[in-house]
């Protein structure tokens, strides 16, 4: 799936929206794995340490969980 993003915006930001978007609209599940690191990036074409961002952001915020070793997944929303 081919994204376009507005250059004029910043990326990682617009990916953390779709990734929300994703999440609340059931795409990515509650418990369920969320895209990687690469995974993001192929599917935006983006750099790696963007993709970061946003997983960390992500993070950050309770949006997901990381478990090392098994990936990132989705956490439960109050």
Known sequence: MSVDLDRTRPIWRQIV???Q???ED????VGGKV???VELSTEFGVAASTAQK???FLKAEGW???EIGL???VE???
């Open 17 to 19: 929206a779709i990734v």
């Open 76 to 78: 439960k929303r109050p």
């Open 26 to 29: 059931g795409t990515y599940p």
């Open 71 to 73: 990936g990132t997944f």
């Open 64 to 66: 997901v969980r990381a």
């Open 54 to 56: 946003v997983l960390a």
């Open 21 to 23: 978007d994703r999440i």
């Open 35 to 37: 895209p990687s690191v």
